[in-house]
């Protein structure tokens, strides 16, 4: 697995600020771009893509595809970026390998849209020489390194959504070669 070209981390206090976050960096992302999420359940994998979508001017409406696997939200003609790319929303948890992503066909819709594969560190890096990665990490027991993404710890109490994360950007590739300029950190790392 190649180095990250950088890494970038902000925290966010409220589920509105992982959503504005992330419909921010929406209003950057290109047909062809990948987004790896990685977080336990809660850490608001969901919710950040929902903000992907609003800043890329896709349906509305975005829920978890844990079930289906895969949902493609097109672009609104009357959205912010009419024209712009689809997004391709994935769930990549009950997946165990890279050859059984190849099996739900995202290479037909790589190109076009926007895709994001929640639980897809070590299963998609295959799909492009570029990626996003971002890894979302709650606050356990109030301590914030107890929340790893190796998946160690589990913590099923999703109803706090507003209790602070720590978002993780690391970025591969020659379309990430620099980091976008939302994600620079102010003085104490907040956004």
Same mark, same amino acid.
């Given at each position: 697995?190649?180095?990250?070209q950088?890494?970038?981390?902000?925290?966010?206090?409220?589920?509105?600020?992982?959503?504005?976050?992330?419909a921010?960096?929406?209003?950057?992302?290109?047909?062809?771009?990948l987004?790896?999420?990685?977080?336990?359940?809660?850490?608001?994998?969901?919710?950040?893509?929902?903000?992907?979508?609003e800043?890329?001017?896709?349906?509305?409406?975005?829920?978890?595809?844990t079930?289906?696997?895969?949902?493609?939200h097109?672009?609104?003609?009357?959205?912010?970026?009419p024209?712009?790319?689809?997004?391709?929303?994935?769930?990549?948890?009950?997946? *165990? =390998?890279?050859? @059984?992503? $190849?099996?739900?066909?995202?290479?037909?819709?790589?190109?076009t &849209?926007? !895709?994001?594969?929640?639980?897809?560190?070590?299963r998609?890096?295959?799909?492009? *020489? =570029?990626?996003? @990665?971002? $890894?979302l990490?709650r606050?356990?027991?109030?301590?914030?390194? &107890?929340? !790893?993404t190796?998946?160690?710890?589990?913590?099923?109490d999703?109803?706090?959504?507003d209790?602070?994360r720590?978002?993780v950007?690391?970025?591969?590739?020659?379309?990430?070669?620099? &980091?976008?300029?939302?994600?620079?950190?102010?003085?104490?790392?907040?956004?």
């Amino acid at each position: 697995m190649s180095e990250a070209q950088w890494e970038r981390t902000l925290t966010v206090t409220t589920a509105e600020q992982t959503h504005a976050l992330a419909a921010e960096l929406g209003g950057v992302l290109e047909a062809g771009d990948l987004l790896v999420l990685t977080g336990e359940l809660g850490a608001g994998k969901t919710t950040f893509t929902q903000g992907l979508g609003e800043g890329l001017g896709v349906r509305a409406g975005i829920i978890s595809p844990t079930f289906v696997l895969v949902r493609i939200h097109p672009n609104l003609a009357d959205g912010p970026r009419p024209g712009g790319p689809d997004l391709v929303h994935v769930d990549a948890y009950r997946l *165990d =390998s890279a050859a @059984e992503i $190849d099996d739900i066909d995202l290479e037909n819709t790589m190109d076009t &849209a926007v !895709t994001v594969v929640e639980w897809g560190r070590d299963r998609v890096e295959h799909l492009s *020489d =570029s990626r996003l @990665e971002v $890894d979302l990490l709650r606050s356990v027991g109030g301590d914030n390194t &107890a929340a !790893t993404t190796d998946g160690d710890v589990m913590d099923f109490d999703t109803d706090d959504d507003d209790e602070p994360r720590t978002i993780v950007f690391r970025g591969f590739g020659p379309r990430w070669a620099e &980091a976008p300029k939302l994600l620079e950190t102010s003085e104490n790392g907040g956004y």
